[in-house]
């Protein structure tokens, strides 16, 4: 009866359907670890003393690998909500005695979570995305900041995820026919883990990566663009800093808009001629018109839809469908650069070629193993106060 008031949520389906919680990451190396986590807040203008005495709500913190970072800068209270219980089972083992005692878990879905304070840090990292709900999430999220605190949470559309998205079409193609879980994550690694060995900076265990990227239904939701974001939160919120930066600010401090909302559109503007530069890491191309990207954005819609209907009705037209939108992605994209339209081309090959074997994915089309989409990228924005 209480369950029915929830949104369908596609992670907690998932994750609670096969008790996993699969974002752990390899921090054997743990010193490094520290040190990308701090690098990532401070691209986010975030130092360790930012979180030192403040109080901290993370929001959906998993197995709370990142959580273990931030709780080592001595925010006067951290709060996690998490409600997967393997998560909370995940974050209990993780953290020691010593950090233990510096923690409060709510295992509940921030829906539920009712606090009777507010907090000067909120992060919610890699969750909004996928889920349907999100104006409800940001609006929760927004009740649960102090004016002038800072939000820290992810953006993925479906320019960034593309990528990703046709690894889901291969990986359903590879194991439709398999009946366990298990099993099926094994083939994915088979398949993909060479893909996964071109990213110098991959630390998550593989078979996360695989069971959260490659099954479930939480990515067909990736539609939360930085765009969306800003157009979200724009009225009270102003743009802090994203990771990557994918924004310059030339504009003299003393003629900068006070309010949000203007102060937000120039970066904004930006962000509608540089999209294209989402779809492929490693590659950066000059600005480009906005009606072009507008068109970019509209095709990966279409073979993210594509996509869904294959995995989910198994609905055959979506081959011949994709194999079009491929098509008219390489003439969209064709001032870019050949790593992009090659593995676009590959994708068209494997497809007309059902060419649908772990050993041809693992191995055979070198521009599709190395194409990565920059996935989610990580915004702050500080809350402003009405003076
Ligand atoms: C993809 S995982 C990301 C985990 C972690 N933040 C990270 O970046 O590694 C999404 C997390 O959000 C949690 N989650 C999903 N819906 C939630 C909700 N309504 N409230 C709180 N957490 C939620 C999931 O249980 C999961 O731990």
């Given at each position: 009866?209480?369950?029915?008031?929830?949104?369908?949520n596609?992670?907690?389906?998932?994750?609670?359907?096969?008790?996993?919680?699969?974002?752990?990451q390899?921090?054997?190396?743990?010193?490094?670890?520290?040190?990308?986590?701090?690098?990532?807040y401070?691209?986010?203008?975030?130092?360790?003393?930012?979180?030192?005495?403040k109080?901290?709500?993370?929001?959906?913190?998993?197995?709370?690998?990142?959580?273990?970072?931030?709780?080592?800068?001595?925010?006067?209270?951290?709060?996690?909500?998490?409600?997967?219980?393997?998560?909370?089972?995940?974050?209990?083992?993780?953290?020691?005695?010593?950090?233990?005692?510096?923690?409060?878990?709510?295992?509940?879905?921030i829906?539920?979570?009712?606090?009777?304070e507010?907090?000067?840090?909120?992060l919610?990292?890699?969750?909004?995305?996928?889920?349907?709900?999100?104006?409800?999430?940001?609006?929760?999220?927004?009740?649960?900041?102090?004016?002038?605190?800072?939000?820290?949470?992810?953006?993925?559309?479906?320019?960034?995820?593309?990528?990703?998205?046709?690894?889901?079409?291969?990986?359903?193609?590879?194991?439709?026919d398999?009946?366990?879980?298990?099993?099926?994550?094994?083939?994915?690694?088979?398949?993909?883990?060479?893909?996964?060995?071109?990213?110098?900076?991959?630390n998550?265990?593989?078979?996360?990566?695989?069971?959260?990227?490659l099954?479930?239904?939480?990515?067909?939701?990736?539609?939360?663009s930085?765009?969306?974001?800003?157009?979200?939160?724009g009225?009270?919120?102003?743009?802090y800093?994203?990771?990557?930066?994918?924004?310059?600010?030339?504009?003299?401090?003393?003629?900068?808009?006070?309010?949000?909302?203007?102060?937000?559109?120039?970066?904004?503007?930006?962000?509608?001629?540089?999209?294209?530069?989402?779809?492929h890491?490693?590659?950066i191309?000059?600005?480009?018109?906005?009606?072009?990207?507008?068109?970019?954005l509209?095709?990966c819609?279409?073979a993210?839809?594509?996509?869904?209907?294959?995995?989910?009705?198994?609905?055959?037209?979506?081959?011949?469908?994709?194999?079009?939108?491929?098509?008219?992605?390489?003439?969209?994209?064709?001032?870019t650069?050949?790593?992009?339209?090659?593995?676009?081309?590959?994708?068209q090959?494997?497809?007309?070629?059902?060419?649908?074997?772990?050993?041809?994915?693992?191995?055979?089309?070198?521009?599709?193993?190395?194409?990565f989409?920059?996935?989610?990228?990580?915004?702050?924005?500080?809350?402003?106060k009405?003076?």
């Amino acid at each position: 009866m209480y369950e029915s008031s929830y949104s369908k949520n596609d992670y907690l389906e998932h994750y609670t359907k096969h008790n996993i919680s699969p974002v752990r990451q390899n921090i054997f190396d743990i010193k490094s670890h520290i040190l990308r986590r701090a690098s990532l807040y401070r691209t986010l203008g975030l130092l360790p003393s930012s979180f030192t005495g403040k109080k901290v709500l993370e929001v959906g913190p998993g197995s709370g690998f990142n959580s273990f970072v931030n709780v080592q800068w001595n925010p006067s209270k951290y709060v996690l909500v998490e409600p997967n219980p393997t998560g909370v089972l995940h974050i209990k083992s993780l953290f020691n005695e010593q950090y233990n005692s510096k923690i409060e878990i709510v295992n509940k879905r921030i829906e539920d979570f009712f606090p009777d304070e507010q907090f000067d840090i909120v992060l919610c990292e890699g969750m909004i995305p996928g889920l349907k709900n999100k104006e409800q999430i940001l609006t929760k999220l927004d009740s649960l900041l102090k004016d002038e605190g800072v939000l820290v949470i992810t953006c993925a559309d479906e320019i960034s995820m593309f990528f990703e998205i046709i690894r889901i079409f291969f990986a359903h193609k590879l194991t439709k026919d398999l009946n366990g879980f298990d099993e099926k994550i094994q083939v994915a690694i088979n398949a993909f883990g060479s893909h996964l060995d071109t990213l110098s900076g991959f630390n998550r265990l593989k078979e996360d990566w695989c069971a959260d990227s490659l099954f479930g239904f939480a990515h067909f939701n990736y539609d939360f663009s930085l765009k969306k974001c800003a157009m979200f939160l724009g009225d009270k919120y102003f743009i802090y800093h994203t990771s990557p930066n994918i924004f310059t600010d030339y504009r003299w401090y003393k003629e900068l808009p006070l309010t949000p909302k203007e102060f937000n559109q120039h970066l904004i503007d930006q962000f509608d001629m540089r999209k294209h530069n989402l779809i492929h890491y490693q590659v950066i191309t000059p600005d480009r018109e906005k009606e072009r990207n507008e068109e970019l954005l509209n095709l990966c819609k279409q073979a993210m839809l594509e996509v869904y209907n294959s995995v989910k009705y198994d609905d055959s037209d979506a081959e011949k469908k994709l194999i079009d939108i491929i098509g008219m992605m390489q003439k969209n994209l064709v001032d870019t650069d050949l790593k992009i339209i090659n593995a676009l081309k590959e994708i068209q090959e494997i497809i007309e070629n059902k060419d649908y074997t772990v050993k041809a994915i693992n191995s055979k089309y070198m521009c599709l193993i190395s194409a990565f989409g920059r996935g989610q990228q990580y915004i702050s924005l500080c809350k402003s106060k009405n003076i």
